[in-house]
């Protein structure tokens, strides 16, 4: 099946530095891509789609100067959070939209980022 | 706005109980449709999803779900339980229009005792 990594999985970082995530689709070439936000016991919050060679669409009220999203090639998405504050800890998670059948979305397994 | 609502937050039920859970979203348009789940410690899985044709889909480990166009509502039901299906259970939506984005409901934490 289709496989999604994340990377890193588990970040600390101090507070005003930059952290990249990375999301690689491993056997598939996405078209799309999708940053996720998940606090805990709750659901996934849509950050931005991700086109490869365009710009990202971020959703409303997700600033886009502090997540810089880059999707160079069709297997590779990165989230950049700059000067991380504590309250962008959070559980961040990519889906990479592709495979054999388009509508379908494949999750990485997300990435935890506790900024201290 | 388009949304999905998920009536149970949390779900306790014993082992061979049936399980039904509610979803329902507000968008006029057609929509594709989906459930997602994620076991404790894993990364989202896709359990089933409806895309068009017969409203009755069926998918892995036993689980199916209705889609009621008149409702708005797919949900998700599983005649018998086991303890393996513990798990937070996500409804979402894919709007046709709209760029393949898709809406997440707020899950439902499901618990089964063994």
């Known amino acids: 099946g289709a496989v999604v990594s994340q990377h890193p999985s588990w970040v600390i970082c101090k507070s005003g530095t930059s952290v990249k995530i990375e999301c690689r689709s491993l056997d598939f070439q996405a078209t799309t891509m999708f940053w996720y936000r998940q606090f805990p016991k709750q659901s996934l919050m849509l950050m931005a789609t991700?086109?490869?060679?365009?710009?990202?669409?971020?959703e409303q009220g997700v600033e886009k100067d502090k997540f810089l999203i880059n999707h160079a090639s069709l297997t590779l998405s990165t989230l950049t959070v700059t000067s991380a504050h504590p309250e962008d800890s959070s559980f961040y998670i990519c889906?990479?939209?592709?495979?054999?059948?388009?509508?379908?979305?494949?999750f990485g397994p997300g990435t935890r980022l506790t900024v201290t | 706005a388009q949304s999905v609502s998920q009536h149970n937050h949390h779900v306790i039920l014993s082992e061979a109980a049936s399980l039904e859970l509610g979803c329902n979203y507000s968008?006029?348009?057609?929509?594709?449709l989906f459930w997602y789940v994620q076991y404790p410690g894993q990364h989202l899985q896709l359990l089933l999803k409806?895309?068009?044709?017969?409203?009755l889909v069926k998918g892995i480990k036993g689980f199916e779900a209705e889609f009621i166009k008149s409702k708005f509502s797919f949900n998700l039901r599983k005649p018998s339980v086991q303890w393996s299906d513990t798990a937070e259970y996500f409804c979402?939506?894919?709007?046709?229009?709209?760029?393949?984005?898709?809406?997440f409901g707020a899950g439902t934490r499901l618990f089964v005792k063994a």
């Open positions: 968008y006029g348009g057609t929509v594709n």
């Open positions: 979402a939506v894919m709007p046709s229009t709209g760029g393949f984005k898709t809406i």
């Open positions: 409806y895309f068009s044709g017969d409203p």
């Open positions: 991700s086109n490869e060679g365009s710009k990202a669409t971020y």
């Open positions: 889906s990479a939209q592709g495979g054999r059948t388009s509508y379908e979305q494949y």
